[in-house]
């Protein structure tokens, strides 16, 4: 009554991609990183301060308003009527290559 064994897949089903078959999982993880590229270029490109940042954040190292002369005018402008000061937007503890090498 049991009907003997199960034929296996001829694949490995968590490794099966449905473009054209590929075993490969490079694939999906190339189109992943694109679509999260993309993304994240959106997002800066149109990245908005209405406030300055009380303190150091993560996002002055890309955001555009921390790197165009004429926003670093504006903002330093803005600072000095409040009695407020600039802040650097690559702070010495950030070592872009350190981090650039960890992650690779």
């Not at 402008?77 to 090498?101: F, G, Y």
Request: aromatic share 14%; hydrophobic share 40%; glycine share 8%.
């Amino acid at each position: 009554q049991g009907g003997g064994g199960h034929q296996p897949p001829p694949f490995a089903p968590w490794t099966y991609t449905a473009i054209g078959g590929f075993r490969n999982p490079i694939i999906p993880v190339v189109g992943m990183l694109t679509l999260a590229a993309a993304g994240f270029y959106y997002s800066t490109t149109r990245e908005l301060r209405t406030r300055y940042p009380e303190r150091w954040i993560p996002s002055m190292l890309w955001a555009r308003e921390f790197h165009d002369p004429q926003s670093v005018a504006f903002w330093k402008e803005q600072l000095a009527k409040e009695e407020r000061e600039w802040i650097e937007p690559h702070p010495d503890w950030v070592c872009l290559n350190c981090i650039i090498h960890v992650l690779c």
